[in-house]
């Protein structure tokens, strides 16, 4: 079975400060992997997925991914980030056995603080 | 387009309680999950549905916890004899038909209190 770790419960960053939030996975093969946003108050947006192909994916709110195999990672980076970013964010993963229809596994979450 | 909703928004429910848990998925999508979200923790997985195969319910934590979905629409959580660490934050989401590129879409959520 898949798991995900998030190993940062809490990041605070600065206003226009660049953000990286880790996450690694566990599984035997190339999972499908997803990046999720829950806002105060929100349902879960979906920020980027990746299937295959390029590791490095483009996401919406000018967030990005990099998928690197051999680290068994798939960190979230902005490169300046903006109050409105402030929110819980979470890391998922599903198997592509299937055609990855399965239910998503997640991470714990890391809530991001901005610093004015 | 109209997006996955749930109802209610907010359940308080007394100990021992059953309570009934509504979610109407994206029209046309054919794939149905509920997700539990307990205080400061993440997502865990409930229960699958998919047209009509059997669901998947690996992630049902009790015998107490039951769902249905009637066709390819509405679905109905369950839980029966409602204990307090059943409070929760309990998430809809649906997605099209497996095979191709999918994601996911999630509901606003039940927040469930038990006293």
């Known amino acids: 079975a898949q798991s995900v770790t998030q190993p940062d419960i809490h990041i605070t960053v600065s206003e226009g400060a660049s953000l990286e939030l880790r996450c690694n996975y566990s599984?035997?093969?190339?999972?499908?992997l997803f990046w999720y946003v829950q806002s105060p108050g929100q349902g879960l947006q979906l920020l980027l997925k990746?299937?295959?192909?390029?590791?490095l994916v483009q996401g919406i709110k000018g967030f990005e991914a990099e998928f690197k195999r051999s680290q068994s990672s798939f960190n979230l980076r902005k490169p300046s980030v903006h109050w409105s970013d402030a929110a819980e964010y979470f890391c998922?993963?599903?198997?592509?056995?299937?055609?990855?229809?399965?239910?998503?596994?997640f991470g714990k979450g890391t809530h991001l603080i901005i610093q004015p | 387009g109209a997006g996955v909703s749930q109802s209610p928004s907010n359940k308080v429910t007394e100990k021992g309680k059953d309570v009934e848990l509504r979610c109407d998925p994206i029209?046309?999508?054919?794939?149905l999950y509920w997700y539990r979200q307990r205080l400061g923790q993440g997502l865990e997985f409930l229960i699958y549905?998919?047209?009509?195969?059997?669901?998947?319910k690996s992630g049902l934590p009790s015998d107490r916890f039951s769902a249905e979905r009637t066709g390819e629409s509405v679905s109905t959580l369950t839980i029966q004899r409602t204990q307090q660490e059943d409070s929760a934050v309990y998430l809809c989401?649906?997605?099209?038909?497996?095979?191709?590129?999918?994601?996911?879409?999630f509901g606003p959520g039940t927040r469930l209190t038990v006293t």
């Open positions: 989401a649906s997605s099209s038909l497996p095979g191709t590129v999918y994601e996911q879409y």
């Open positions: 599984y035997g093969a190339t999972p499908y």
């Open positions: 029209s046309g999508h054919t794939a």
């Open positions: 998922a993963v599903v198997a592509n056995s299937g055609g990855g229809a399965d239910g998503l596994t």
């Open positions: 549905f998919q047209g009509n195969s059997a669901p998947d």
């Open positions: 990746y299937f295959s192909g390029d590791t």
